[in-house]
C-alpha cells in the first residue's frame, strides 16, 4: 500500500510563487507516472502535469511555462514549482501516483493553493 502525502500549499498573491511537494511511502517503482491533478470549487478534478519515472513529463495547457514539475525517484517524492501564479490557480492541488502495469492508482488527500487578486 502507497500513501501519498502533499505540502507546500498555501495563500500567495497573483504573480508569487508556490512549491509543492509529494512524498510517498511504500514502493513507488519505475512503472509508476506520478503527476499533480487540481480541483476548483464546482469543477472537475483536472491533469496539472505528470512525470514518468525516466523523466517525460506533460502538462496542461495553462500551465505551461509557468509551472514545473520535477521528480526525486531516490525520495519517491515529487515536485511542483508553480510560477506567475495567477487567481485561476486557486484550487485544491492533489498528487497522484499510477501504474498501468500494476493497475494501481493512489491518491493524496490533497492541498490548498489559493491566490489572491
Known amino acids: 500500500q502507497v500513501q501519498l502525502v502533499e505540502s507546500g500549499g498555501g495563500l500567495v498573491q497573483a504573480g508569487g510563487s508556490l512549491r509543492l511537494s509529494c512524498a510517498a511511502s511504500?514502493?513507488?517503482?519505475?512503472?509508476?507516472?506520478m503527476g499533480w491533478y487540481r480541483q476548483a470549487p464546482g469543477k472537475q478534478r483536472d491533469l496539472v502535469a505528470r512525470?514518468?519515472?525516466?523523466?517525460?513529463?506533460t502538462y496542461a495547457d495553462s500551465v505551461k511555462g509557468r509551472f514545473t514539475i520535477s521528480r526525486d525517484n531516490a525520495k519517491d517524492t515529487v515536485y511542483l514549482q508553480m510560477n506567475s501564479l495567477k487567481p485561476e490557480d486557486t484550487a485544491v492541488y492533489y498528487c497522484n501516483a499510477e501504474s498501468f502495469l500494476r493497475r494501481t492508482d493512489y491518491w493524496g488527500k490533497g492541498t490548498l493553493v489559493t491566490v489572491s487578486s
Open positions: 511504500g514502493t513507488i517503482d519505475s512503472t509508476y507516472t
Open positions: 512525470i514518468t519515472s525516466g523523466g517525460i513529463t
